[in-house]
């Protein structure tokens, strides 16, 4: 994706610092924040909201750095594997699996989402809800939106930021999350939680930064409405590729686990694939012959979180660790 004019980023004692003319496409800030105060005001957010959210906000210019600075090279899934997938975290996901276990277990009952799957993207998300963000929503979005490089996207965002505050009658500064704004232990983006976000332990807020229930119910609601099937996996690690199955490989290919078994395909452990009846896709995210995954409708799911192959089985993967890997 184009970035359009660039930037040139100075780092002055550690901070980034970006000219201010380049910071916008156009425009004045002041004036933006006018057009966004119009926007809301129409939407039905009071007045005092607005006022405590966008009187005196200044642009951001860490976060148009961090916007546009792109990693150096992309990650294979090995390197990412290796990353995330770490001793520490699998050890503290199943502890918390356990110590969390009742909780887990009536969300699970409630959207059919498994317990491990939720605290492997818990754990992903935010390392369990120590890492959630320290960046001022309102002032990162506001920002993002200005800059315009994304601004339909930025400025939906911002609203749906600002109708929070109004309905959960937030202060502000309370609204912190990562520099693109995604926010709580969830890491759900404003649009997000306002469709997705549940109040599971009755106090009449949805609190995603401190309430567990609410953080895990949140999760559950959004990937059971994004078409979580209750019962199945994500999917699975398999051996090697025998050359005649690669041919069939992406996600735009479902076959059988039956015809996936004709190709020779094998578990991760050489055994037979389950006899079961579902569709399954093969996925080589570093190219045959292993790593190698067949993939369910569940894996679709998890992609629709975040649209990336490598995030989606990396949670696949730790839920199966935290689980130690339970069949379903």
Excluded: C, K
């Excluded at 990412?80 to 277990?105: C, D, K, P, W």
């Excluded at 505050?165 to 997000?192: C, Y």
């Amino acid at each position: 994706m184009g970035f359009g004019r660039r930037a040139f980023v100075l780092t002055v004692g550690g901070s980034l610092l970006v000219p201010w003319p380049l910071l916008a496409h156009g425009g004045d800030f002041t004036a933006f924040l006018a057009r966004i105060r119009a926007r809301a005001r129409a939407l039905g957010i009071r007045e005092t909201t607005l006022a405590r959210a966008l009187e005196g906000l200044r642009p951001l210019p860490r976060v148009v750095a961090l916007d546009r600075r792109q990693p150096e090279r992309r990650l294979t899934f090995g390197d990412y594997r290796r990353r995330v997938l770490s001793a520490e975290r699998i050890a503290t996901g199943r502890l918390l699996l356990r110590r969390h276990r009742r909780l887990l277990a009536r969300v699970e009952a409630r959207w059919g989402v498994p317990a491990a799957v939720l605290v492997a993207l818990w754990g992903i998300e935010s390392a369990y809800g120590r890492v959630t963000g320290d960046h001022p929503v309102i002032a990162a979005l506001a920002t993002l939106a200005f800059e315009g490089r994304r601004r339909a996207l930025f400025e939906r965002e911002l609203l749906a930021a600002l109708a929070i505050l109004d309905r959960e009658r937030l202060a502000p500064e309370r609204l912190r999350g990562s520099w693109a704004g995604a926010m709580g232990q969830p890491q759900f983006m404003p649009t997000t939680y306002r469709r997705y976000a549940v109040d599971f332990d009755g106090d009449g807020r949805r609190d995603i930064w401190h309430s567990l229930p609410d953080v895990f119910a949140s999760m559950a609601h959004y990937l059971r409405v994004a078409g979580w099937r209750p019962g199945w996996r994500w999917g699975r690690e398999v051996a090697p590729v025998p050359a005649a199955a690669v041919a069939h490989a992406g996600l735009g290919n479902r076959l059988p686990l039956r015809r996936w078994q004709r190709l020779g395909l094998r578990r991760i452990d050489g055994g037979p694939l389950p006899a079961a009846s579902i569709r399954a896709s093969l996925l080589l995210p570093d190219g045959p012959p292993a790593p190698a995954f067949l993939v369910y409708d569940n894996f679709r799911v998890l992609l629709r979180w975040n649209r990336s192959v490598h995030f989606a089985a990396t949670v696949g993967l730790l839920a199966d660790a935290i689980a130690r890997d339970r069949e379903v």
